[in-house]
Nanobody
């Protein structure tokens, strides 16, 4: 059974930074694409960023390009989301997700493409 545990959320002022971490266990972490999604109150869960199994490919939603960076450390079974220049509209619960298939090269940005989810970590950006 795959387990994903997020950490690093919190309260930060606009313009500040946070780094989220997601520790994975239960299968060969290095074989799977990982992603971050977020869900604001009253809104659907949306794609934020993804990183391929070997870290060679990354994709971002337009609203975070240039501000957020996704990375992974396969030796530590951990994926990160560095968030800089945070805005009030970045406020949401952030979820880590793992792809259902190994070694995928197709860019997947829908929630249905990911089988495993963490419990989420709250990020609140104040003005």
């Amino acid at each position: 059974q795959v387990q994903l545990v997020e950490s690093g959320g919190g309260l930060v002022q606009a313009g500040g930074s946070l780094r989220l971490s997601c520790a994975a266990s239960g299968r060969t972490f290095s074989s799977y694409t990982m992603a971050w999604f977020r869900q604001a109150p009253g809104k659907e869960r949306e794609f934020v960023a993804r990183i391929s199994w070997n870290g060679g490919s990354t994709n971002y939603v337009d609203s975070v390009k240039g501000r957020f960076t996704i990375s992974r450390d396969n030796a530590k079974n951990t994926v990160y989301l560095q968030m800089n220049s945070l805005k009030v509209e970045d406020t949401a619960v952030y979820y880590c997700a793992a792809d259902r298939l190994p070694y995928t090269i197709v860019v997947r940005t829908t929630t249905g493409s990911y089988d495993y989810w963490g419990q989420g970590t709250q990020v609140t950006v104040s003005s």
